[in-house]
Every structure is written in structure tokens, then in C-alpha cells.
């Protein structure tokens, strides 16, 4: 039974560029969320994916978009890159209408701003 | 005032401890908790749910009182493999924004 995947594992990029990162859900699991995680901090949501719409978004600027696709992966987009963006990008799954609260995290996308 | 706080430690603490964190949370909404687990540069991991009752697992213990707007966790017989960031978690009453707090650092000493 596959885990949550996200690729890249890691990814460098200058300021101004635009990334986008790719997550599978453990399979059978429909929702996936997006989580910032700082260095020495804990992860902060920026969005949730359901039936293919963001049905929840945390306190991020619209740089950051995102997708859900028909086989409920989805992909985080960045654009215009800065330095503070630098972060572990956490994508984690769960199942509408299950327990509320069981998430799977992937292992997440280091990403480096330069 | 953060929505949810932790005390970031770290908690040193010879094997065979015991040892309990607090979190407190300040939307009193808030209507579902947990407990995860983080290795160093690793993803979290589900702990454990905390009810309202309170619940146990093994060693572990999760506790919330809502009247004061706090969790806690209690880790018995503590063992060097219990090392980790421990992360509270809070997700509101018709939101499905999880809440993390910035997480307890715990090491346990041989």
C-alpha cells in the first residue's frame, strides 16, 4: 500500500522564479492538503483539495495556487519566488467523510530560494 | 496571541522519565485535536486523536480541558526512541484548517 509521494525531494531555485510540486495521496485517500513548514517551526496550512476545488485556504498570498486532478494528485504552484518562500513543502492525505484528523504526510520538497 | 502555543523546549529527560507537554489553544470553537509526532527532517505522524474524555496509548496519555483551552500529553517510562518534535494540533469547529502548533523538542538521555 503506497504512502504519500511528493516529488522533487529537493529543488533550488533563484528569487522571481516559480515552482511547482507534485504530490500523490496513499492510495484510496481523495483529499490532500498543503503545508509550509519553516525551519524550527510547525507546518502551516495554505490550502485543501476536495473533489478537485480548494475548498480551504490558509493565510497565504495568491502566489500560491494549486490543483487537484481526476486521480485526486495535486500540485503546488509558487510563483514569483522570494527568499522567505524557502521551506519543507508537506503535502498530506486523508478521506472525506473518515475520522476527522487522520492526515499522511509525505516526506516532503525541500525547497531552497536564492 | 498565537491560535495554538507549545512550549518549544527542548525537554531533556533521563530514560525511565515521565514527562508531560501542555498546548493551549485560543479559538474555544475549536472542536478536534490530536497529537502528532515529528523526526528530525522527517514528515509528522499521527500520534494520537485527544477526546474529551481523555485517552490512552501504551505509555502514552492525551488529556483536554476545554474549559481552559489546553491539551496535554503525558509520555511514561520514556524511552531514547521517544526523541522527536511532538506537534499540537487544532482544527476549528466548519473549518478544515489544521492548526499546528510549533512543536515540543524532546530528548531522551541514556
Known amino acids: 500500500d503506497a504512502g504519500v509521494t511528493q516529488s522533487p525531494t529537493h529543488l533550488i531555485k533563484t528569487r522571481g522564479q516559480q515552482v511547482t510540486l507534485r504530490c500523490s495521496p496513499k492510495?484510496?485517500?481523495?483529499?490532500v492538503s498543503w503545508y509550509q513548514q519553516a525551519l524550527g517551526q510547525g507546518p502551516q496550512f495554505i490550502f485543501q483539495?476536495?473533489?478537485?476545488?480548494?475548498?480551504q485556504r490558509g493565510n497565504f498570498p495568491d502566489r500560491f495556487s494549486g490543483h487537484q486532478f481526476p486521480n485526486y494528485s495535486s500540485e503546488l504552484n509558487v510563483n514569483a519566488l522570494l527568499l522567505g518562500d524557502s521551506a519543507l513543502y508537506l503535502c498530506?492525505?486523508?478521506?472525506?467523510?473518515?475520522?476527522?484528523?487522520?492526515?499522511?504526510f509525505g516526506p516532503g520538497t525541500r525547497l531552497t530560494v536564492l | 496571541r498565537k491560535e495554538v502555543e507549545q512550549d518549544p523546549g527542548p525537554f531533556n529527560v533521563p530514560e525511565g522519565a515521565t514527562v508531560a507537554f501542555n498546548c493551549t489553544y485560543s479559538?474555544?470553537?475549536?472542536?478536534?485535536f490530536f497529537w502528532y509526532r515529528q523526526d528530525c527532517r522527517k514528515e509528522p505522524k499521527l500520534l494520537m486523536s485527544?477526546?474529551?474524555s481523555g485517552n490512552e496509548d501504551g505509555r502514552f496519555t492525551a488529556q483536554l480541558n476545554r474549559a481552559s483551552q489546553y491539551i496535554s500529553l503525558l509520555i511514561r517510562d520514556s524511552k531514547l526512541s521517544d526523541s522527536a518534535t511532538y506537534l499540537c494540533?487544532?482544527?476549528?469547529?466548519?473549518?478544515?484548517?489544521?492548526?499546528f502548533g510549533t512543536g515540543t523538542r524532546l530528548k531522551v538521555l541514556a
Open positions: 492510495s484510496g485517500h481523495d483529499t
Open positions: 485527544v477526546y474529551s
Open positions: 479559538n474555544s470553537a475549536s472542536q478536534s
Open positions: 498530506a492525505s486523508s478521506l472525506q467523510g473518515v475520522f476527522v484528523g487522520e492526515q499522511f
Open positions: 494540533v487544532v482544527l476549528g469547529s466548519g473549518t478544515y484548517k489544521y492548526i
Open positions: 483539495y476536495y473533489e478537485e476545488e480548494e475548498r
